[in-house]
């Protein structure tokens, strides 16, 4: 179901970009699987967490309260401004990593390395570190590129859609 979310979210000159992306990083808690409780009925929220500066200033808030899964879990959104060492990063169901957390992106993805988090950021060299989705702008379209290894070693899963509408699968070397 990514198609229609790509139809009406994907040209950056009909909307900002970080309006699509926002759109985008909502999207995609229905297209990764946790393989675990993280869905499933509760009266505990799901959260999408923003690291560092805030690259989408009030546009993520439009989701917040919106129900997801069957378990119709509310979601809320959590601004945790810049990183430090100690700051929870467990519990968010996604978290978008900003730019401007670059130099700590290896202490965060160690941070979460045994929680099922997915990672998303939008900066050069984000997949090649251990980053799992990252977002390009390509010929005035957002696209995202995957890292399939970071997501395994997550234990989770991009469905088969996400996949297939990815602008690059990156495979690490060994």
């Known amino acids: 179901m990514l198609s229609p ?6 040209r950056v000159e009909a ?3 970080y309006d699509i992306k926002a759109a985008y990083v909502y999207n995609f808690l229905f297209f990764v699987d946790w ?9 505990a929220p799901v959260s999408i967490a ?9 546009r993520v808030d439009s989701v917040v309260g919106r129900h997801v899964g069957k378990a119709k879990r509310p979601l809320v959104i959590s ?4 990183y430090k060492p100690g ?8 978290i978008f990593i900003a730019e401007s957390e670059k130099e700590n992106l290896t202490d965060i993805l160690a941070d979460i390395e045994s929680a099922k988090v997915l990672t998303i950021g939008d900066f050069p060299g984000f997949l090649e570190s251990g980053g799992m989705l ?3 702008v390509e010929e005035n379209r957002v696209r995202w590129n995957i890292n399939r290894q970071a997501f395994s070693d997550a234990g989770l899963s991009p469905s088969a859609q996400l996949l297939r ?4 699968v990156y495979t690490p070397s060994k």
Do not use: C, M, W
């Open 5 to 10: 979310l790509q139809n009406q979210a994907d």
């Open 15 to 17: 909307a900002g970009e």
């Open 35 to 43: 393989h675990d409780e993280a869905l499933k009925p509760s009266s």
């Open 50 to 58: 923003i690291l560092g500066k805030d690259p989408f200033e009030t």
């Open 79 to 82: 601004h945790l401004g810049q």
């Open 87 to 94: 700051l929870d990063l467990q519990n968010p169901r996604i």
């Open 134 to 136: 990252q977002f390009v």
């Open 165 to 168: 509408n990815a602008h690059y």
